[in-house]
């Protein structure tokens, strides 16, 4: 698991009352290497401090403006631990703003953090006719994408195209279009002998980041 932890401070705090003390609130996003998938859980946390030192027993609420939206709405609300962190599960089909706050408490002032975006990757899946072909054989994978992203590009890869992983240099084998259901089809004809793993990959598109399919290990004989 990945853990980005980023200090974000309101721009514009409300007035602090009588007594109370001044927070900050500190939002981590927790995620794996494959990145937020639609249709998926995910989890957000973030740490409410007060003067350096974290703050427990306080009601964070989780809000989320998707793409499209005018507004943010809430996702729900937890209240924070001994180490001063709460988190929240919610589902995403597409990228959004997500912005941690607390209301305030008798004995500590409101904050929020800064709003940030989450790029979320459309749901991808795929099949191959055959995945050991012989030369000269036409390879056909098709698949569908959640949500739907019709005239978005679609793309057939082999390589590494994964973060901070290693392996060989990616080769785009094949390009299509989504078609208007959110299905694909992508061929590619292989002359040569070759061990491969291939991959779907559709490019930022709209509402959504970057998806990738699973990878399907190939052979042509």
């Given amino acids: 698991m990945v853990v980005l932890m980023m200090l974000c401070v309101s721009p514009a705090l409300p007035a602090v009352a009588a007594g109370a003390d001044p927070t900050e609130v500190f939002p981590i996003v927790v995620d794996d290497l494959s990145g937020p998938v639609a249709g998926k859980p995910l989890v957000f946390a973030a740490t409410l401090v007060d003067s350096g030192a974290p703050a427990p027993g306080e009601v964070l609420s989780l809000w989320v403006q998707p793409s499209g939206s005018a507004d943010f709405t809430e996702v729900g609300q937890a209240t924070t631990n001994a180490a001063g962190t709460a988190s929240l599960s919610t589902v995403l089909d597409r990228n959004a703003m997500v912005q941690w706050r607390f209301g305030g408490s008798s004995a500590r002032a409101a904050s929020s953090s800064t709003p940030y975006v989450v790029e979320i990757a459309p749901a991808l899946t795929r099949r191959a006719n055959d995945l050991t072909l012989r030369r000269g054989q036409r390879l056909v994978v098709r698949g569908r994408t959640s949500p739907a992203k019709p005239g978005c590009a679609v793309e057939l890869w082999r390589g590494e195209l994964r973060p901070l992983m290693v392996g ?12 208007a259901d959110g299905s694909y089809r992508l061929t590619r004809r292989f002359h040569r002998h070759l061990r ?16 990738l399919s699973a990878y399907l290990g190939l052979r042509v004989r």
């Fill in 168 to 179: 060989p240099k990616p080769v785009r084998l094949a390009r299509s279009t989504v078609r």
């Fill in 196 to 211: 491969a793993r291939i991959a779907v990959v559709i490019p930022a598109c709209g509402d959504n980041g970057r998806g």
